[in-house]
């Protein structure tokens, strides 16, 4: 097995959607978050990856789901390499209307059923040539991965409110996190970030990397590749991209990019911009 991997961009008017279809052997992603939910089925061969403090393993047949802004890696668990097809929907499309966010304590699980409907769903996506199906398919397999697999959330859970330290924590996080995304291209330095928040820098990291796993260095560089790869679906070249994001130049973006993606912007561009062309 080589490494191969493809990104599509599902953009029609009913919702906007990034689908996944790889083959690793010996690429390893970097520690990084989603935005968005993760939803993945292993096709063939192993998947391992830290989250929540522990080395989960995926073989074929299983059913990743990872939540947003939840840290992990990924790596191939046997020399063989693992493929697999993963899903990244936003909040809203998973949940279409569900009131409680529903919380997935176990990232990985076994259920045909499911795991057919989700795979269904990607192929005929990824296929795009008929946008109904696909459609309908992805609402089945969102369905059942909500009612089966979900579990109530915090708000139902009966658990005891945040402490107000624990929110006025929260809210300086959320500060600084608005200040870094207001300009990726010149972001404050550490001393600026925390005396906007009335904290010391060693304060305000440690309560920074509690609410999101990473130091707001790290946070920042995963933050310019997400938005680097809207640029690109968009049109815009690599050089473009690495510029308008903040990053030093194209080499700094492709390192970085390809650790979280696992392909370089020309080929998530090129595969997004391939799709887009399709005759209707």
Known sequence: ????????????????????????????????AHATFAIG??????????????LRRAGVGSLAILEPDEPHDGR??????????????????????????PTFPDPIVHDPRTVHLVRAAHEELTAGTDPLAGHSKLAWAFQAVVHRHGLAGRASSG????????????????????RLLADLRRPPNLRALAAAVDLSPFHMLRVFREATGF?????????????????????????QTADAVGFADQ???TRWFKRVTGVTPAAYRNSVQDRMRRPA
């Open 41 to 54: 089925v292993v096709v063939s061969g192993q998947e391992e990856f830290h989250y929540r403090g522990e």
């Open 159 to 178: 658990a005891p409110p945040p402490r107000a330290s624990d929110r006025a924590a929260v809210r300086k996080v959320t500060q600084v996190r608005e």
């Open 215 to 239: 130091p707001p260095h790290t946070w920042l560089v995963l933050e310019r590749v997400c938005q680097a790869r809207h640029l690109l679906a968009a049109g815009l070249s690599p050089v």
């Open 1 to 32: 097995m080589t490494d191969s991997a493809t990104w599509t961009r599902v953009d029609d008017g009913c919702f906007e959607l990034d689908l996944l279809t790889a083959s690793y052997r010996r690429h390893a992603f970097t520690r990084h």
């Open 76 to 101: 191939a668990a046997a020399e063989e390499g693992w493929s697999y097809r993963v899903l990244y929907p936003s909040e809203d499309m998973l949940l279409d209307g569900h009131p409680i966010r």
């Open 251 to 253: 080499a700094h973006l």
